[in-house]
């Protein structure tokens, strides 16, 4: 018997038939995305219709996939698209997406309990242990992004520091001002994961960068020195592996040796960088970042993953636990049962209700296997050194900063070259050509492309470079010899 309030259909053969037709429009999307601008501006009558009244009656699936279609899909971010290279957004693949779907419909809760999607979760953290040479000991969990996992990264540490008593008794009861330390490289998370963490913005040190873009190893030496001198406790590097501007990779084996011999929590923030393990031409470049005492990364960048799906490494997986687990009475564990399998998830994040992010991992590793995925991965640093030849061999064009991995950070030149190329990258966002974004490197405007999704290839590299020179013809006039 059907409870006549169920949200079930009550023709399970209509919404099959349904059901079909959304799959198919999802995998048509996807197969012919290089047919499609990489992105549009919205129209304001479409944003007006996201403006209405909460919905008190029905509506027809159909109706409600037609308006999705027609309203939604064709104006999204574009990162599913090849020519998107804007930030580091991973492009997604079917498989990812038909995991999803797999998921969605179990709708399992990973707080906890005993289950197979807790199961399956365990085996990507095995599977990330085995990649940067971890104990067995150490835990992994999935989170929604690294700004996440650089958080739990700073808690775990703060724990390693304080004991488990800063739980109760808050940073106030404790003597000890706590320092970290970070690159000026570095992304914006790890000072948010500082203000979060109650130890304050201001006790993050900014290193400044080298001629490489990466950490500079005297002046963040001179910068623990001068806090153990003036009384603060250093307790935590955060190294960069592919940083958020020029992709650079910072000197993780002598990021490690100094935390070593200062006693400090080292943590790498991976976000993109660090799945680099898999392609054996990147691997020796992190060098070090098995060392590491906790690594973020996500598997959405250049895992390919579908959105989302963050990823903490930590090497002690009994302090892991000891910083969030919180025994409750309708938490009971059991030794049988559904409530067995302790520890649970739960106890290792700050979150009891989680998605099955793991199962789309899964699906991904094991359909396309590590050595495909390394390959891919190797693939768009090449691209990316592709497009500095391109650059290079322009004239009306330069390289702003080194090309490290897959980010190539360059301008159009021009007398007024920051008004200039701000309005390039516009035009070429608007044209549905390449969707490029900006940063600022050495003080000047840069158009950064970041090439991580799989389906890129070097007709959309020449698609980027001959638009901008285009546009760039357009809005200035070339700078003079």
């Known amino acids: 018997m059907t409870s006549p309030d169920s949200l079930d259909p009550s023709d399970w053969q209509d919404l099959r038939a349904q059901g079909h037709r959304m799959l198919d429009d999802m995998l048509d999307y996807l197969e012919h ?3 499609r601008p990489v992105w549009q501006p919205i129209p304001q009558d479409v944003r007006n219709l996201f403006q209405q009244n909460l919905p008190q009656k029905p509506s027809d699936l159909a109706a409600v996939h037609k308006s999705f279609m027609q309203d939604v899909l064709p104006y999204t971010v574009g990162n599913a698209h090849p020519g998107f290279m804007g930030w580091v957004h991973g492009g997604g693949t079917p498989v990812g997406m038909l995991a999803e779907m797999l998921a969605a419909g179990l709708n399992a809760n990973l707080g906890g309990r005993d289950q197979m999607p807790v199961e399956v979760e365990q085996q990507v953290v095995q599977w990330v242990r085995e990649l940067f040479s971890f104990p067995e000991s150490a835990s992994g969990l999935f989170v929604t992004g690294t700004s996440m996992a650089n958080l739990i990264g700073v808690l775990v540490a703060r724990t390693a520091a304080l004991g488990t008593g800063v739980r109760h008794e808050g940073l106030a009861a404790s003597d000890k001002q706590l320092t970290a330390y970070t690159s000026a490289g570095a992304h914006g998370c790890i000072a948010q994961a500082m203000d979060l963490s109650g ?19 005297a002046a963040l030496e ?31 084996t002598a990021l490690a040796d100094i935390a070593h011999r200062e006693g400090l929590w080292f943590h790498v923030d991976g976000a993109y960088g660090a799945l680099g393990i898999l392609a054996p031409d990147i691997a020796p470049r992190l060098k070090g970042i098995g060392r590491a005492d906790s690594i ?9 993953v579908p959105y989302d799906a963050g990823f903490i490494l930590v090497r002690d997986g009994h302090l892991h636990y000891d910083t969030f687990a919180s025994p409750a009475a309708y938490l009971r564990r059991e030794t049988r049962g559904l409530a067995a399998g302790s520890p649970w998830p739960c106890d290792f994040g700050p979150d009891l209700s989680r998605g099955f992010r793991a199962l789309k991992t899964w699906f991904t590793i094991k359909v396309y296997g590590a050595e495909k995925l390394g390959q891919m991965i190797s693939n768009t640093c090449t691209l990316a050194q592709y497009m500095k030849q391109r650059i290079e061999t322009s004239p009306e064009l330069e390289l702003l900063a080194p090309v490290s991995l897959n980010i190539v950070c360059f301008r159009y030149r021009s007398e007024d070259a920051d008004r200039v190329n701000a309005n390039i990258v516009v035009a070429l966002q608007e044209s549905g050509i390449a969707a490029p974004s900006t940063t600022t490197i050495d003080g000047h405007l840069a158009i950064r492309a970041a090439i991580v999704n799989h389906r890129t290839c070097s007709d959309d590299i020449d698609a980027l470079i001959n638009a901008t020179i285009a546009f760039g013809q357009v809005h200035a006039k070339p700078m003079q010899d």
Do not use: C
Not at 199 to 217: E, H, K, T
Not at 226 to 250: H, K, Q, Y
Not at 296 to 304: E, I, M, N, S
């Open 199 to 217: 130890l304050g913005i201001d006790a993050l040190r900014v290193i400044p960068m080298n001629d490489q873009y990466q950490m500079d190893i």
């Open 296 to 304: 973020a990364l996500d598997f959405h960048k250049w895992g390919q």
């Open 33 to 35: 995305i290089r047919e």
């Open 222 to 252: 001179r910068s623990i020195a001068a806090d153990r001198n003036a009384g603060f406790s250093p307790f935590f590097i955060a190294g960069t592996a592919g940083t958020v501007d020029v992709g650079a990779i910072d000197n993780l």
